[in-house]
């Protein structure tokens, strides 16, 4: 009977990329597919050196650059050339919403629309409803439940690696695909399927090696190193907090666990793992318990949600609340039917001051705005946690962009006793995310003023002198050496960010509140007022 090594990641995979939410929702997987993917391939097979060279900048870190360490044109040919014949029907899906985009640009402006669904591109007839806002200005909104049902969504496109991490250091996952690799296996396993479940509590249950072989499929020629990621010595167990107070615990960027004796809440999960030397101490899944009873995802950013944390700790889950998104637009793809499709059941959609009420707790979804470069995307919320009337207010990337609008929010939920906030305010430029899923060329100015910015030192002091709290913290910084895979962000003490929430915690300091950048790891205990 063995176990699964603390250090194995189960790395979710879509046509060999990194999985992340835009390669799942199909309009989005389409646009990323023709819009990001195939243009860095191509990029690449033109000149390898040109992306050795560019990834040893630092300014380039996040940049649509492959970061590996000798030449791999021919394995990325051949990633493109599966990509051109497994992926076709998301080709095309991409080429028909653009010329769906041009079909309603010449049409018009003001006149009815009912002719033009004629018009529309045959693979996409039956997907779409046409429609203006109350400018006129028109647009197309997707049937997104029907586009995970069609040829758009193919399960059989993703799958998993498996491997040893022995320290923190990955290439920029949005921009580099998991080629094959000596130490990796790569197992056609689809999200929904519940071998990824079994796989993953033998981190915690011993199960016999011939029973996961045989489940998994391992081929003859894997054994061996399958074999190695497995390990006879048991974890330590997790001891469940039983104290009487609320016990707060940050896993690094914007992960937060928190649980008092009566319930489990897990904020933005993304989780380090354990069993190499790191010098930066911290939680990992071994400091979470056997069921948690409610993940809470404050936004659709690749830093917020990750498959990668959240499929392996999908046998814990009792409930994930996610903001409701928007009503199919290509941009803001829905987050509940998303979860639902890759095997999450008991997701639960919260709207901006809609409330869930348990014993002792009530968790509230709050408006939370900016950080999206204007777009306009729902499926963002922050949380306002109440336990025994002690209250927690998660902010993550929300940028006050109008003050009064958390003034009314204040006027609902009152003060509240802690504030966690992301000051993330130098932001990358529109298209670092979105670019994919824009119709018109960008302009360079245009771009760089639609950031994804967090908080800076005054819009954060907006939300303290609102919500009057004894203690703020800066967190979701993407600074731990573990998430800069994902985040693409390394900070120096003049990095905007830093001076911004240096000067944030020192204002707060100097007015007697505690106030700290978290890092790393930290713990808290507070108590109920209730
Ligand atoms: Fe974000």
């Known amino acids: 009977m063995m176990f699964l090594k603390t250090n194995v990641v189960i790395e979710p995979l879509v046509s060999g990329w990194y999985a ?19 243009e860095i391939m191509n990029s690449y097979i033109d000149s390898p050196e040109n992306h050795q060279e560019a990834v040893k900048d630092p300014a380039m870190l996040g940049g649509p650059f492959m970061d590996y360490p000798c030449d791999r044109s021919a394995d990325v040919r051949a990633l493109l050339e599966n990509s051109i014949e497994n992926q076709n029907d998301l080709i095309q899906l991409s080429f028909a919403i653009k010329k769906l985009d041009k079909l309603l640009k010449s049409h018009p402006r003001g006149l009815s629309l009912e002719g033009l669904y004629e018009k529309v591109p045959e693979i996409l007839r039956g997907y779409v409803e046409l429609v203006y806002d109350s400018n006129n200005n028109v647009s197309f909104r997707l049937f997104e439940e029907l586009l995970y049902e069609s040829e758009f969504y193919n399960s059989s496109s993703q799958s998993i690696a498996l491997w040893i991490t022995n320290n923190d250091s990955r290439p920029f996952s949005l921009s580099t695909p998991k080629l094959k690799e000596e130490n990796v296996i790569h197992l056609p396993i689809a999200f929904n399927s519940k071998k990824i479940d079994v796989l993953a509590k033998m981190k915690r249950e011993a199960r016999s090696m011939n029973d996961v072989e045989q489940l998994l499929g391992i081929e003859k020629k894997d054994l061996e190193l399958f074999r190695s990621f497995f390990t006879e010595k048991a974890p330590e167990r997790y001891e469940k907090y039983t104290g009487d107070k609320i016990r707060m615990r940050y896993f690094g960027h914007a992960c937060i666990f928190i649980e008092t004796k009566d319930i489990s809440i897990l904020i933005d999960p993304l989780i380090s793992y354990y069993g190499y030397p790191s010098e930066v101490h911290h939680f990992s899944d071994y400091d979470l318990p056997d069921t948690i009873d409610y993940v809470l995802i404050t936004h659709n950013h690749q830093d917020h949600i990750l498959f990668e944390t959240l499929l392996p700790l999908r046998h814990k889950l009792k409930n994930i609340v996610v903001p409701r998104s928007g009503g199919g637009a290509i941009q803001d793809p829905k987050l509940k039917l998303m979860f639902n499709k890759i095997g999450f059941e008991n997701v639960i959609e919260i709207d901006e001051m809609e409330s869930l009420k348990m014993k002792d707790c009530i968790i509230t979804g709050v408006p939370f705005t900016g950080e999206h470069s204007d777009l306009d995307i729902k499926a963002k919320t922050c949380y306002h946690v109440d336990i025994g009337n002690f209250s927690l207010l998660f902010t993550a990337d ?23 906030l992301g000051m993330e305010c130098d932001g990358a430029p529109l298209t670092w995310l979105y670019g994919p899923l824009m119709f018109e060329n960008i302009s360079r100015e245009n771009d760089q003023s639609r950031t994804l910015s967090g908080c800076d030192r005054d819009s954060g002091m907006h939300l303290v002198d609102m919500f009057n709290p004894s203690e703020v913290y800066v967190y979701a910084m993407g600074q731990e050496p573990w998430c800069e895979f994902i985040s693409s962000l390394k900070y120096t003490s003049e990095s905007i960010p830093i001076v911004e929430s240096n000067k944030l915690v020192e204002e707060c300091n100097s007015r007697g509140l505690i106030a700290e950048r978290l890092f790393g790891e930290k713990e808290i205990l507070y108590s109920k007022k209730g």
């Open 398 to 420: 929300s940028r006050v962009l109008e003050p009064k609008l958390y003034q009314n929010v204040h006027k609902i939920i009152g003060d509240v006793d802690v504030i966690f």
């Open 20 to 38: 992340w939410s835009h390669l799942i929702s199909p309009a989005t997987a389409a646009m990323n597919v023709t819009k990001r993917q195939m």
